[in-house]
T-cell receptor
Framework: AQKITQTQPGMFVQEKEAVTLDCTYD???????LFWYKQPSSGEMIFLIY??????QNATEGRYSLNFQKARKSANLVISASQLGDSAMYFC??????????FGAGTTVTVRA | DAMVIQNPRYQVTQFGKPVTLSCSQT?????MYWYQQKSSQAPKLLFH???????NEADTPDNFQSRRPNTSFCFLDIRSPGLGDAAMYLC?????????????FGPGTRLTVL
């Protein structure tokens, strides 16, 4: 069974600053994928970044980077230079030998001007 | 642009009155999913289709049914909506085009039950 844990229900960040969202996971599978999604108040789930369990380098996509620490089973999302439009709910998710996603509980990020 | 489309975006129904939500995709993905998401919670997978094969989650109530007449379209039928079924319903698709199953989500349908 897979389990995703996001321990931060909500966070505030000042505009232009960086913020780190925590995600830990538990799986017995050797091959798995880790995802981060953003969900604004409009409701659409927006894919941000992917990290494969065998990827040696941390994934980066623009202002998003994933701090992957395999031994610690953590996959934290770092958003650099926060913008007001980054205010949203962020979900960490994983899949392994199948294609179904297991989601964490989510973290609400509020960016302050 | 290739995308996942959900109609309607907002649906109001009455307690016990059947309702159908629709999802279409132009991505030609072979897997389609339906999720239920209640306020401030993670999405909960109801069922998915892998090609034509239907896969129901063990805890999905019988009240929820689905149809996939072709690759592009998938429907969620709620036979007798209860107040507890008020939620956002998200459709998603995926394939292994990039070597892993990245799920692409539609904008969702927000269901209100009166």
């Amino acid at each position: 069974a897979q389990k995703i844990t996001q321990t931060q229900p909500g966070m505030f960040v000042q505009e232009k600053e960086a913020v780190t969202l925590d995600c830990t996971y538990d799986t017995s599978d050797q091959s798995y994928g880790l995802f981060w999604y953003k969900q604004p108040s409009s409701g659409e789930m927006i894919f941000l970044i992917y990290q494969g369990s065998y990827d040696e380098q941390n994934a980066t996509e623009g202002r998003y980077s994933l701090n992957f620490q395999k031994a610690r089973k953590s996959a934290n999302l770092v958003i650099s230079a926060s913008q007001l439009g980054d205010s949203a709910m962020y979900f960490c998710a994983m899949n392994s030998n199948d294609y179904k996603l297991s989601f964490g509980a989510g973290t609400t990020v509020t960016v302050r001007a | 642009d290739a995308m996942v489309i959900q109609n309607p975006r907002y649906q109001v129904t009455q307690f016990g009155k059947p309702v159908t939500l629709s999802c279409s995709q132009t991505l030609n993905h072979n897997v389609m999913y339906w999720y239920q998401q209640k306020s401030s919670q993670a999405p909960k997978l109801l069922f998915h289709y892998y090609d034509k094969d239907f896969n129901n989650e063990a805890d999905t109530p019988d009240n929820f049914q689905s149809r996939r007449p072709n690759t592009s379209f998938c429907f969620l039928d709620i036979r007798s909506p209860g107040l507890g079924d008020a939620a956002m319903y998200l459709c998603a698709t995926s394939s292994r085009d990039r070597g892993y199953h990245e799920q692409f989500f539609g904008p969702g349908t927000r269901l209100t039950v009166l």
